[in-house]
């Protein structure tokens, strides 16, 4: 019983990886077409392999460091609020 559930935390601990790597690589993807200086692929590693550490890390640099990359394009800044 014990054993099934934490096979159960296992997986779900995983599709949250998996789905939060995937994210992050369709969102530094679009960044970087706007002109932003980043690798989507290691970010998307970076956040599958160290969750808890790489997504807050590359939600806090989207939010102040890489909106400023992208120039004077008001409309396209907007859509990473």
């Known amino acids: 019983m014990i054993a099934s559930i934490l096979t159960l935390l296992q997986i779900a601990g995983l599709f949250i990886s998996v789905f939060g790597a995937w994210w992050v690589w369709q969102d530094a993807k679009r960044l970087k077409q706007h002109g932003v200086i980043l690798t989507p ?9 160290l969750w ?12 102040f460091s890489w909106k400023k990359q992208m120039g004077p394009t008001p409309d396209v800044a907007k859509e990473f609020e």
């Open 41 to 49: 692929g290691l970010w998307a590693t970076v956040v599958f392999l």
């Open 52 to 63: 808890c550490v790489g997504l807050p890390a590359y939600l806090l640099l989207r939010r």
